[in-house]
């Protein structure tokens, strides 16, 4: 007979203990996965509905354009043009360098313009998002769910945190990207209907790519500036027991009308209006992109003064002022006390 195997089978290997940025990056998902609507859905449709209200627009403009008599004329300094003879590829023969320059610069304003769409619900999506992360968690009981897992409450309320500030608005920018690149489609349809030549008239004088690569660098000012915002309505979310958004604008409100009723700026030689505008809607409105914008000189509104007023440089300048700073400690702070309140507070 042969000998009876006495080999021990070998011990099962202990796992490897799960990388921090790892759980985080997986905390990210699952902020995604859940409100894809929000983050991804709802700056697209944003973008979306500009373009279509633009194409309804240029359509409007075109048939009425046709009803105009052929002879009709628009005096101009320099001479003047008929409506209906327009060929834009002679317009931009006659264009000196400096003419394009300048048109290049209205086209990034007007580039701008239309991606503010998915930024400006990006304000609503990252506000309403703050307030009921924690308080849903706590309302339909899933926040013992994620208790059981090994993730702490920091790293589970900065995943939200991070979510709203990065996440988010990096979507709205990209959002917004498609969106400038759909209205220069647009227009170039136009521009050929018309005679002209897309490349020359549009896509040669615009920058889209750098307009995007700015609004990239807006982000890090963006996160840093939505901290007072963000830590308020995650604050209230923490703790509220019902009805979060009321706790969230009410007490703001009524303090700044306390506040004014009673002047009690004027104990520090300030106005009540400092306390509003500092207070109440940095607490408030700090999420709305380019709420920051009032801090940053501005010199008239020629194309070239808002280029300058638009770029990076110029909205840097935030950095230096101790509002932003300010903020971003409060903003801090109010985070803590939502990770704290967090560990305690499980009720619906």
């Avoid at 000998?3 to 203990?17: G, M, N, Q």
């Avoid at 709802?42 to 009425?64: D, K, Q, R, T």
């Avoid at 994620?146 to 990096?170: I, M, Y």
């Avoid at 505008?277 to 509104?301: I, K, Q």
């Amino acid at each position: 007979m042969n000998a009876l195997d006495t080999t021990l089978p070998a011990a099962p290997r202990a796992a490897a203990p799960v990388h921090p940025t790892h759980k985080f990056r997986l905390l990210l998902r699952r902020e995604l996965w859940e409100h894809k609507g929000g983050f991804l859905w709802a700056p697209l449709i944003a973008g979306g509905i500009h373009l279509l209200l633009s194409l309804m627009g240029i359509i409007f403009g075109e048939v009425m354009l046709n009803r105009v008599p052929d002879d009709a004329e628009i005096n101009v300094a320099g001479g003047s043009f008929q409506v209906n003879g327009l060929d834009l590829g002679m317009l931009t023969d006659k264009m000196s360098p400096d003419n394009l320059r300048e048109m290049g610069q209205a086209l990034d304003v007007a580039l701008y313009m239309a991606g503010t769409w998915p930024l400006v619900v990006l304000a609503f999506v990252a506000f309403f998002y703050c307030l009921g992360c924690l308080y849903d968690d706590r309302k339909d009981r899933s926040v013992l769910f994620w208790k059981s897992l090994p993730v702490s409450d920091s790293e589970t309320v900065l995943s939200k945190v991070a979510s709203a500030t990065l996440v988010a608005p990096v979507i709205a920018v990209l959002a917004a990207l498609a969106t400038m690149v759909g209205s220069l489609a647009i227009w170039s349809v136009v521009v050929m209907f018309h005679g002209g030549n897309p490349a020359t008239l549009l896509w040669g004088p615009a920058s889209p790519l750098s307009i995007l690569g700015t609004m990239i660098a807006y982000v890090p000012l963006y996160a840093l500036w939505a901290l007072p915002t963000v830590g308020w309505l995650m604050l209230c979310s923490a703790w509220a027991r019902s009805k979060p958004f009321l706790w969230a604008i009410m007490i703001p409100l009524f303090a700044g009308i306390f506040v004014s009723w009673f002047d009690l700026m004027q104990l520090f030689d300030l106005d009540s209006s400092w306390f509003w505008r500092h207070v109440v809607a940095r607490g408030l409105l700090s999420l709305v992109p380019g709420s920051w914008m009032g801090d940053v000189p501005m010199d008239g509104f020629s194309p070239d003064s808002l280029t300058s007023f638009l770029s990076v440089r110029s909205m840097y300048s935030v950095f230096a002022t101790p509002q932003m700073w300010v903020g971003a400690i409060a903003g801090a702070a109010m985070i803590f006390g939502a990770i704290r309140l967090r560990r305690w507070r499980d009720e619906g």
